[in-house]
């Protein structure tokens, strides 16, 4: 594993576009079950390695402070800050043009690091993809309403398009540049702990995030991750 591990980290050196993005979740990802073997043997090593180097401090070149539930404080121009994807999002196409082959300007790598985001966060929820793009082709909602009708088969109301847009959209994005930094942090800052979900079998961040506290157990918390838990309160 660490073999593959050091494979990818030559390879992401020479790693352009989207490639940088596979690459670094499959680092991660390695990474994971790394600790969750680790912990089963002996206590883990902390593993340590150096970020690229540009001027705009990026989900993995800044250091949050953590409130009292663990979950890091945004500062400046964050990702993290569901306001400041929300200012990205109405005013991306503008972004973007200024940016445009700029590569020496903070203003690139935040887009980059944007439309990472952006493309993962939303790749299960078409209709936010279609609201998205639609806002970006300057649409009205009513516009977009007749759009996501012919398109998606549903039928919102134009309030209800521009709370997805203002609120819904820009939280999920910055929610997913949260789990993003977290595994950062606790993989190369500080060793977290990881554990598998008794339910779905994922490897989670032991986490207020994505489990409960449980103080009869022997790790501090429920095996079962909050996601699941709350498919069971739903009675999916």
Request: proline share 3%.
């Amino acid at each position: 594993m660490r073999e593959a591990i050091s494979n990818w980290q030559e390879k992401l050196k020479t790693a352009t576009g989207k490639d940088v993005y596979t690459i670094k979740r499959a680092i991660i990802d390695l990474r994971k079950d790394q600790y969750i073997i680790k912990d089963a043997f002996k206590t883990p090593v902390q593993i340590k390695t150096s970020v690229k180097s540009k001027s705009f401090p990026t989900l993995e070149d800044t250091t949050h402070e953590f409130d009292e539930d663990g979950y890091p404080i945004p500062e400046g121009v964050s990702l993290l800050n569901p306001k400041v994807v929300s200012a990205i999002l109405c005013n991306y196409n503008e972004l973007k043009t200024a940016s445009e082959g700029k590569f020496e300007g903070d203003t690139w790598y935040l887009i980059q690091d944007f439309e990472l985001l952006l493309a993962e966060a939303l790749q299960n929820y078409p209709i936010y993809q279609t609201i998205v793009e639609c806002k970006w082709a300057n649409m009205q909602n009513s516009e977009i309403q007749a759009v996501l009708q012919e398109e998606c088969g549903v039928s919102h109301s134009a309030e209800y398009i521009s709370s997805l847009w203002r609120n819904k959209i820009p939280k999920l994005i910055a929610s997913l540049a949260e789990d993003q930094y977290l595994d950062y942090y606790y993989l190369n800052i500080e060793k977290g702990q990881y554990k598998k979900c008794s339910k779905c079998g994922k490897i989670k961040l032991a986490h207020n995030k994505y489990f409960s506290k449980n103080k009869t157990s022997k790790d501090g918390w429920y095996s079962i991750c909050k996601d699941c838990r709350k498919k069971k309160t739903k009675g999916e």
